[in-house]
Nanobody
């Protein structure tokens, strides 16, 4: 029912800004009981949650990435985006967008129930 699809350039040069878009179909990103996350997985490493945006547009970021990360949304297009600035080759990863169930008005979260297929972004000169 709900589908997410990542899109954006697959190659970014060091020091530039990585920009990805997640297009959501089958449900609005302003829905009350969900928020929307970006997760990345570097080659050979585990998943890393980067940040999220709530149904109301509030953003949250991993402390390790907060200074370089910006998540925004376009509700008219039912999309949310990721910007990661000052990238280095260590930022090379498969990037996923995902939906996460939330309890409104709390910090209680469920698991990521819908994921995009992921998109590989390589940082290289």
């Amino acid at each position: 029912q709900v589908q997410l699809q990542e899109s954006g350039p697959g190659l970014v040069k060091p020091s530039q800004t990585l920009f990805l878009t997640c297009t959501v179909s089958g449900g609005p990103i302003i829905a009350l009981y969900y928020d929307w996350s970006w997760i990345r997985q570097p080659p050979g490493k585990g998943l890393e949650w980067m940040g999220s945006i709530s149904n109301s547009g509030t953003t949250y970021y991993s402390p390790s990435l907060k200074s370089r990360t910006s998540i925004s949304r376009d509700t008219s297009k039912n999309q949310f985006t990721l910007q990661l600035s000052s990238v280095t080759p260590e930022d090379t990863a498969v990037f996923y967008c995902a939906r996460r169930g939330v309890v409104p008005g709390s910090t209680h979260y469920y698991g990521m129930d819908y994921w995009g297929k992921g998109t590989l972004v390589t940082v290289s000169s």
